[in-house]
Nanobody, 124 residues
Framework: QVQLVESGGGSVQAGGSLRLSCAAS?????????MGWFRQAPGKEREGVAR????????WYTDSVKGRFTISQDNAKNMVYLQMNSLKPEDTAMYYC????????????????WGQGTQVTVSS
């Protein structure tokens, strides 16, 4: 059974940094075509924040986090990370780790596996 467990959320002031971690288990990490981070703020739709292909390491970021967030992975440890710098109050949300097994699902952001989420709160 696939499990994704996030950690690293918390409360910080604007301009601060946090590093989110996601531990994947129950399936060979390389069997996931890509891993991603999503977020959902109260009253808003869930949005994709960053994506990384497990094989190539190619990354994608939503425009609002480019230059501030970095997604990375440690394939040997079955881990994916999201380094968040220069945090803004509008980054406040529940952050979710997700995985997809096919290239089509990755490209269309149809991730089939999800963690429980970790809360990030940024105060001004």
């Amino acid at each position: 059974q696939v499990q994704l467990v996030e950690s690293g959320g918390g409360s910080v002031q604007a301009g601060g940094s946090l590093r989110l971690s996601c531990a994947a288990s129950g399936y060979t990490y390389s069997s996931f075509n890509c891993m991603g981070w999503f977020r959902q703020a109260p009253g808003k739709e869930r949005e994709g924040v960053a994506r990384i292909y497990t094989g190539s390491g190619n990354t994608w970021y939503t425009d609002s986090v480019k230059g501030r967030f970095t997604i990375s992975q440690d394939n040997a440890k079955n881990m994916v990370y999201l380094q968040m710098n220069s945090l803004k109050p509008e980054d406040t949300a529940m952050y979710y780790c997700a995985a997809a097994r096919s290239g089509i699902d990755c490209r269309s952001f149809k991730f089939g596996y999800w963690g429980q989420g970790t809360q990030v709160t940024v105060s001004s």
